[in-house]
């Protein structure tokens, strides 16, 4: 009973924290107006505020230690979070007691130290909300919606996004280009060489054809007869559904495409030239060939600064969204007077306007007609605004818009139905809106894409919040014999199940009831479950037998000299490095490979490599894209025996570790000579695109 109440009040931790937050910044206001401003006034204002501040602070502190206690809480975020907290909370308590003495000693003046305990507490407050937003959002919640006029001085990428490979209709082979990034994409991660589901091998047209355990999981010309396609159409809860529950499921069009491409004689080397294409797959094959970002593929002008400082002059906030791109971003928001003179300025810069900000403005119904004028806008906000349905219709010929803001607007079901042309469409915010479930379901069915947003649902606090993924706790992941794996649960009623076999584990799989022991490389995969709750997410731990110890090491090139490690002897002595990567642990190379011959000391038979590298997108280091080895028993004469690629991130993610194999057939070998490859240089998107990345290894293991 007590741990219910427990996770109840922690749970209402984010429904409490913004009361000290304002209350405490309004009791230093008023003490600030009592000091420097003799508003004798507010006294009795500055005690009531003091108080319900300190006694929220002290309430929030108590109800975020109790969500701590939550599995997969922990680190120097939460850490530097609560203890903020608890001193904020004690700061209040002792501010308020130091007030009231002064009052019941009747003293007139507050201790010269009382307004800089003031000043630590106020920048504490902002401390601990700051660490637990980006604990609640992510660390780049802030930076990721910097406005585009600011993003290039910050080294941030514009929000545009930008090309991506185009799909040649003509040239473009059937399987290679299309089929097969489907099945890498949602079906690949099980059926590898190195992961067999079934027996069933999907990375190649020859392993499909030759299908798996159960026989031939495709009839060539007849989708609804190839098991292949025929359990990509079964219910979700049925055990033969692929892929199986936690893995990215195809789309319509995905499967349309395989069902096509077997009903076609399931092509190998075809081109789309000269195979027929229904008119359903043929618009599927359009949207494909489309660039991420339409906008890219126009020939506009950039407006010339002497006209942007014109607009400038006359009210209008224009700003480029990049510098290297001609669009701009127009923000007339909070304008109490929006003359239509105003607003037809625009029309001298339409086929650059890309974003318009007119929430909170005095923009009227007939006057939204400008919106016509500005075919290319991907980006409109109107909140806080007397717009209707009439408005609405002046947004149907919009085929670039990506965003809209309706917040608070008098929108009604009526006007939703006009957005059904917008097929790009993604966004769109509806709070404080009379608009009906029934409505936005109804557009959502139309715009499969479109992603509703009506506001803040009391169920996803109290109802079927998601589980956090358990904590493990082991001694090593690269162990001789064996490791023992201890699986935390902090809060009572979860059930944890594991599975060892590579496999997304679920209910039926194998419960936590002790200590996981594993005796062979493993890839361990546990998921919690809690009546009433959300599933966690699959969490993923790659735990590495040594089965030789490598008698030698050499390596072709030397690294970095200031991130050389311990030498060449950093690959092969078993320490595992964290992602302070300036330190004995890492070897770090800048925009070239790694490459490293090991000696087993005699001919043994060998199946696997296993790399263990950091990725910190930030510093310029990335994951290999890619693991060659080679094996020799007289170190001289090479052949290679598996080439592993790996695919390049498209985003930046937080710093990590993670361990890669390149499983091969077994083979005697002395000698194996392993290239960890690099990306060379920074992807587009990042913040320095085209500038030399690093690749850091600290661990070669052989199997």
Not at 52 to 80: I, K, R
Not at 215 to 234: F, I, P, Q
Request: aromatic share 8%; proline share 6%; glycine share 6%.
């Amino acid at each position: 009973m007590v741990e219910q109440f427990i996770e109840f009040f922690g749970r209402l931790h984010p429904a409490v924290l913004h009361f000290p937050i304002g209350i405490l910044s309004l009791a230093f206001l008023f003490d600030v107006l009592f000091k420097y401003r003799d508003a004798r006034g507010l006294k009795e204002a500055a005690d009531l505020s003091l108080l319900l501040g300190a006694v929220s602070a002290v309430a929030t502190a108590l109800f975020g230690y109790f969500l701590s206690l939550e599995e997969g809480y922990g680190g120097d975020l939460l850490d530097l979070h609560k203890w903020m907290g608890i001193v904020v909370a004690v700061l209040a308590v002792a501010l308020y007691v130091i007030r009231r003495r002064a009052q019941v000693i009747e003293k007139e003046d507050l201790p010269q130290y009382y307004m800089a305990l003031w000043a630590v507490t106020m920048l504490l407050l902002v401390g601990a909300g700051h660490f637990g937003g980006s604990l609640t959002h992510g660390e780049s919640f802030v930076t990721e919606k910097v406005p585009d006029p600011f993003r290039g001085i910050m080294g941030l990428e514009p929000r545009l996004s930008g090309e991506h490979a185009e799909l040649d209709l003509d040239s473009a082979q059937v399987f290679q280009e299309i089929i097969q990034p489907v099945l890498d994409a949602n079906c690949v991660s099980c059926h590898n060489p190195g992961k067999t589901k079934g027996g069933l091998l999907l990375t190649t047209h020859e392993n499909i054809l030759t299908g798996g355990e159960s026989g031939k999981t495709l009839v060539v010309g007849a989708a609804m007869d190839s098991e292949l396609y025929k359990r990509l159409l079964l219910p979700k809860d049925d055990e033969k559904h692929m892929p199986p529950p936690g893995k990215k499921p195809l789309t319509d069009d995905q499967k349309r495409l395989i069902a096509w491409w077997i009903d076609s004689g399931a092509p190998s080397e075809e081109r789309l030239a000269n195979v027929e294409i229904p008119e359903d797959v043929n618009e599927i094959l359009i949207a494909m060939a489309e660039p991420a970002n339409p906008l890219l593929k126009l020939d506009i002008d950039p407006v010339a600064d002497s006209d942007l400082a014109e607009l400038r002059a006359s009210g209008i906030a224009v700003h480029p969204v990049s510098l290297d791109m001609p669009f701009l971003d127009v923000n007339l928001s909070d304008r109490k007077s929006l003359p239509r003179e105003m607003l037809q300025k625009l029309e001298t810069i339409s086929d650059q306007v890309v974003a318009l900000d007119l929430g909170g403005s005095a923009i009227r119904n007939a006057d939204l007609d400008i919106i016509r004028e500005l075919p290319h806008l991907q980006r409109l906000v109107l909140n806080h605004t007397a717009v209707g349905d009439s408005a609405l219709e002046f947004m149907q010929e919009l085929e670039y818009l990506e965003f809209l803001n309706l917040v608070k607007t008098d929108v009604t079901d009526a006007g939703l139905t006009k957005l059904a042309s917008l097929k790009r469409l993604k966004k769109l915010y509806l709070w404080e809106t009379t608009v009906s479930e029934e409505a936005i379901a109804e557009l959502s069915s139309a715009l499969p894409e479109l992603q509703p947003d009506v506001g803040f649902d009391l169920n996803t606090l109290f109802g079927k919040s998601q589980l956090k993924p358990p904590v493990l706790d082991y001694e090593t992941s690269i162990f001789a014999e064996k490791v023992d794996i201890d699986v935390k649960l902090n809060i009572s009623g979860v059930k944890a199940y594991y599975t060892l076999n590579g496999e997304d584990p679920d209910s039926t799989s194998t419960p936590v009831d002790g200590p996981i022991q594993i005796n062979e490389t493993t890839t361990l995969k546990l998921i919690c479950y809690k009546d009433g709750w959300a599933p966690s997410e699959v969490l993923e731990n790659l735990f590495v037998k040594r089965r030789y110890d490598i008698k030698n090491i050499k390596l072709a090139k030397p690294p970095a000299e200031k991130y050389d490690g311990l030498g060449p002897e950093t690959l092969i002595n078993l320490q595992k490095g964290d992602i302070a990567y300036a330190s004995d642990f890492w070897l770090g190379y800048e925009a070239e490979d790694l490459k490293a011959t090991l000696d087993l000391g005699k001919s043994s038979e060998v199946k696997n490599v296993v790399v263990s590298a950091l990725a910190d997108n930030g510093s310029w280091i990335f994951y290999p894209v890619g693991i060659r080895v080679e094996a020799s028993n007289d170190g001289r004469n090479f052949k290679q025996i598996a080439n592993k690629n790996i695919p390049v991130p498209e985003g930046g993610n937080p710093p990590s570790l993670k361990y890669f194999s390149a499983p091969f057939t077994p083979q005697n070998a002395r000698y194996l000579r392993v290239t960890v490859k690099n990306i060379t240089y920074n992807p587009e998107w990042h913040s320095n695109p085209g500038g030399k990345s690093w690749v850091f290894v600290d661990e070669i293991l052989v199997e």
